[in-house]
């Protein structure tokens, strides 16, 4: 169902919506937050049009996706009622498309279902979640931190300025240099026993694998310290891997790569106006607030 065709055909609507999300920060004047009138409303819409989530509703997903990820004791209730709302919602979804196919990708996923391909009902519940919060919140966090990034690095920027054609590339060197998550998020266990650098780590020993150190590993990547928008970062380690890689990889390249490309193309001149403000208490590391502006 998470076909490279479905999602390319969201492309368009990625670049069509970035543009008009530009022509409001422009018509409201300087300056503009780039987090919260830029990054955020572009991937929603897109992963809300995927699964077929209507307009109306989309500042709901917001507010459960939040929840989901906030890292806060006190939050713990708050987020069991969301996600419990969240679940019925997608099954009411679900429940729709089979009455009512669609040409849309929670239409593919009830089918495959129905056919006994892949999914039963608690899986295909799982997967619109996972989909949900890595197609929504990782391309919210990296837009902004590219951004900031690149234009911590104006070489880089105005390379970018002078040839968009390369956005493609510069996304896959900015996702290897920009660690989305502040730490390693998620546990593993060693199936055998392997030696790590100095380190004799023991089958069934629980690892916590840093995705953002495998990306700026000296022995995979030269002088992996620098942002290097002509490196070829093929083999990094931003979406995972094996039976561990993002599912929402190609939609989030759709994002980022459209999401860049607006930015350079219609606001050349953009540029930091203030303080990065920092979220705190989630799961991925990224801007609460990046003010910017243009000339």
Known sequence: AFTRRRVEALRPHARDYAHQLIDRMLAAGLPADLVNDYALPLPLALICELLGVPVQ???RFKVWNDSLLSTRPEDADQTQRHLGELAAYIKDLVAERRRAPRDDFMTALTQAD???ESLNEEQLLLLCIAILVAGYEGSASQIPN???VLLDNPAQWQQLKADPEQIPQAVEELLRYIPLASAAMFVHYALEDIQ??????????AVFASIGAANHDPARFENPQALDLQ???SGHFGFGHGLHHCIGSALARVELQEALHALVVRLPSLQRCGDVQWKTATFFRGAHCLPVTWL
Not at 196 to 205: A, I, K, M, Y
């Open 114 to 116: 129905e056919k006994g």
């Open 146 to 148: 590219f951004i900031q």
């Open 196 to 205: 790590v650098g100095e380190t004799l780590v023991r089958q069934g020993d």
């Open 57 to 59: 509703d989309r500042d």
């Open 231 to 233: 490196r070829d970062a």
